[in-house]
């Protein structure tokens, strides 16, 4: 049963577009949302994150949009740079169950190219 | 500031040898560890999370076993590796309390053959 849903595996954007990573997920009790980047052999770093409370967080070229009703969040990126350039994770906190405060649930990633 | 260490960076081992990860975190007291497996083409797994020492809950039934002998140190064992725990393993760790913000390691690319 996978949760939190990234059904773009990769997105190709030019550079100084917008890049935008869409993530869906199914379970009304997840309280924190965030987003992690990735590159190759290196552990993801965390980006920006949001509370089910808040529709927008924005934060230099990053900004996430949670849409409760729809269960859907994005995150936009610009403008998108060649660096930027790695895996985009989508992780949810909570979920109800036991210890949910301390586990995050995470996508399968979406890996964005920034073409220069 | 915190710093969170995993070695070895990669490791190649024989199916059915024995297993030790090592993470420790630094520059913080009391942490919140997590060790998660990122398995080709897959997400991020979830599986085992600590909120003390001897403290550890296991997410999903497996080959492998934790360890949190010290505060700041994680580890992750095996007695008999099988081809599937090939994988990317990472260790993370958070405040203690209600957080959600997670700090990864660096991981350890291990290849089982």
């Given at each position: 049963d996978q949760q939190v849903k990234q059904n773009s595996p990769s997105l190709s954007v030019q550079e100084g577009r917008i890049s935008i990573l869409n993530c869906d997920y199914t379970?009304?009790?997840?309280?924190y949302f965030l987003w992690y980047k990735k590159y190759p052999a290196e552990g993801p770093t965390f980006l920006i994150s949001i509370s089910s409370i808040k529709d927008k967080n924005e934060d230099g070229r990053f900004t996430v949009f949670l849409n409760k009703s729809a269960k859907h969040l994005s995150l936009h990126i610009?403008?998108?740079?060649?660096?930027?350039?790695a895996v985009y994770f989508c992780a949810a906190r909570?979920?109800?169950?036991?210890?949910s405060n301390y586990k995050l649930t995470f996508g399968k990633g979406t890996l964005l190219t920034v073409n220069p | 500031s915190q710093t969170i260490h995993q070695w070895p960076a990669t490791l190649v081992q024989p199916v059915g040898s024995p297993l030790s990860l090592e993470c420790t975190v630094e520059g913080t007291s009391n942490p919140n560890l997590y060790w998660y497996r990122q398995a080709a083409g897959r997400g991020l797994q979830l599986l085992f999370y600590s909120v003390g020492i001897g403290q550890i809950s296991s997410e999903v039934p497996q080959n492998l076993s934790a360890s949190r002998p010290q505060d700041r140190q994680f580890i992750l064992s095996s007695k008999k590796l099988l081809l599937s725990d090939s994988g990317f393993y990472l260790c993370a760790w958070s405040v203690t309390g209600d957080s959600y913000e997670q700090y990864f390691g660096p991981g350890t690319r291990l290849t089982v053959t």
């Open positions: 379970n009304s009790m997840f309280d610009v403008p998108s740079q060649p660096g930027d350039s909570g979920g109800n169950s036991g210890g | -």
